[in-house]
């Protein structure tokens, strides 16, 4: 099993342009979200879904898109980058009704 | 979800063992007690978790008072890879959502 693998790690955008973070798992986990970490600071989460086709707002929406089209992927989406979005994004993902969260390895992204 | 209030950082001896407090004062009867650790800037590591009784893992152990309004995370013999930011953090059984503190940033001295 790779886990949850999430691509790239490393991104620069300019500021009004757009990009997809990639997210993957291959253990069948029912749930994934999004969480962002910015400098000295905890996590926070952007958006979660359940299942397939099944999403809803986090703590910090605002700026992003998710979809869930598969059990296995839940790619997040900039659409139009703001340097308030420089930070540090994680995917995770877990069983419903599991014990613990499996966490990928991050993107860095910087908006300049 | 309840918050938690965690020291923002300890200090520790290589080979000793570490204790992390975590204070939960307005704990629900049904949330459960995690501890996920953080690794320079990698993605957050599940540690442990427990309701109301002591557990024990491979990693660590998860001491809960009994009025469970705080509870110890132990590190048995620290290592300088135990380095990292830990978090203490409630959940409901069978939740997935995780309410992030800023977490308590322990060092392992040599």
């Known amino acids: 099993n790779a886990g949850v693998t999430q691509t790239p790690k490393f991104q620069v955008l300019k500021t009004g342009q757009s990009m997809t973070l990639q997210c993957a798992q291959d253990m069948n986990h029912e749930y994934m979200s999004w969480y962002r970490q910015d400098p000295g600071m905890g996590l926070r989460l952007i958006h979660y879904?359940?299942?397939?086709?099944?999403?809803d707002q986090g703590e910090v929406p605002n700026g992003y898109n998710v979809s869930r089209s598969t059990t296995e992927d839940f790619p997040l989406r900039l659409l139009s980058a703001a340097p308030s979005q420089t930070s540090v994004y994680f995917c995770?993902?877990?069983?419903?009704?599991?014990?613990?969260?499996?966490f990928g390895q991050g993107t860095r992204l910087t908006v300049v | 979800d309840a918050k938690t209030t965690q020291p923002p950082s300890m200090d520790c001896a290589e080979g000793r063992a570490a204790n992390l407090p975590c204070n939960h004062s307005?704990?629900?009867?049904?949330?459960?007690v995690y501890w996920y650790r953080q690794i320079h800037s990698q993605g957050p590591q599940y540690i442990i978790h427990?309701?109301?009784n002591n557990e024990t893992n491979e990693m660590a152990s998860l001491i809960i008072t009994e009025d469970r309004k705080s509870s110890t995370l132990i590190l048995p013999h620290a290592t300088l890879r135990d380095t990292a930011v830990y978090y203490c953090i409630l959940i409901f059984q069978g939740a997935q959502k995780l309410v992030f503190g800023q977490g308590t940033r322990l060092t392992i001295n040599p």
């Open positions: 427990g309701l109301k």
């Open positions: 995770a993902s877990g069983r419903t009704g599991g014990t613990e969260a499996f």
């Open positions: 307005t704990i629900s009867g049904n949330e459960y």
């Open positions: 879904s359940v299942g397939a086709g099944i999403t």
